[in-house]
């Protein structure tokens, strides 16, 4: 027998082989130890982004369809399925629902997280304070986009593994091309949840990666600063997170000191703090969006960025 999760979480196939395997052993040592050596948990990957689903939604659905569904899923057309081969028996010929079979997920799990997801994230609360609602519309803006297009371009990818059939030049545009599709409406809302669970996975090993080789990391951390100011509004204006009391008691704190905010040691740790790179940046973004709003904000760290790589800007 071979399980294969078909979900979201980071490393899936373990996780749910390390579950299986710790209920069997309560029931019996014998079952545990038959399941560890006859079934297989192949890790994999999916790549599509899905929105919250909207009256809007439901209503288009019935109007045009004559279909009544309490909770229609929402898609964009692109897809990606990775999956391990790493299966018991026979293989299904996954191939012919252009399922991509690999020896290793990690590389293509890495590239969505660092690239997708990380620009997602990094998006998100600068354009909620821009007061921009889904991410059609973010990305309609020039400034945005531009940012956008050269964090992925600039910082994220170049610190990326290869990945095998993968050119992440293409990946890059394809990543601007799906969050600009205004049939989707992705919402800002959406892509705000959960920034202290995220930017760690997401982000901060780009950031972390950069600093090793002396590369740029202003637009990392303007959506640092970005998240920050987020933070800093009326509590009830937020989007959920696990540790939204501590997110918003450090940003608080940034009010009279920036580098306070990366004092927030369950998502930035010990050393990012001590970085007198990332404090500068940080605190000089932060001050930015405070003093001058958003686009001019984006707009400085952009040049900066630039000059810094030794690149021109239109």
Known sequence: LTVISCDNIIGNGEVTRTATLGEARRYSDDLA??????????????????????????????????????????TEPFRQWV???????????????????????QPYELMKLRMLNAAHSCLAYLAALAGIETVDEALADRRLRQFT???????????????????????????IERFANPNLRDQIGRLCLDGSAKFPKFLLPTLRAQLERGGPIELSTLALAGWCEYLTQPVERLASDPLLDAAVAHALRARHDPAAFLEFAEVFGDDLPRSSRVVDSFSRALGLVRERGVHSAIGTMLDEAGRADGRTRD
């Open 83 to 105: 999956v391990e081969d790493r299966f018991a028996g026979d293989r299904l010929p996954l191939e012919d629902l252009d399922v991509l079979v690999t020896d290793d997920v």
């Open 33 to 74: 130890d038959w399941i560890a050596d006859s079934i297989t948990f192949p890790n994999s990957m999916v790549d599509r982004i899905t929105p919250a689903t909207a009256d809007a939604d439901r209503a288009w659905l019935a109007d045009t369809h004559g279909i009544v569904d309490r909770w229609p899923v929402v």
């Open 149 to 175: 297009t050269d964090f992925l371009a600039h910082e994220a990818r170049p610190v990326l593994p290869s990945v095998t059939g993968v050119d992440l030049t293409q990946y890059t545009a394809s990543i």
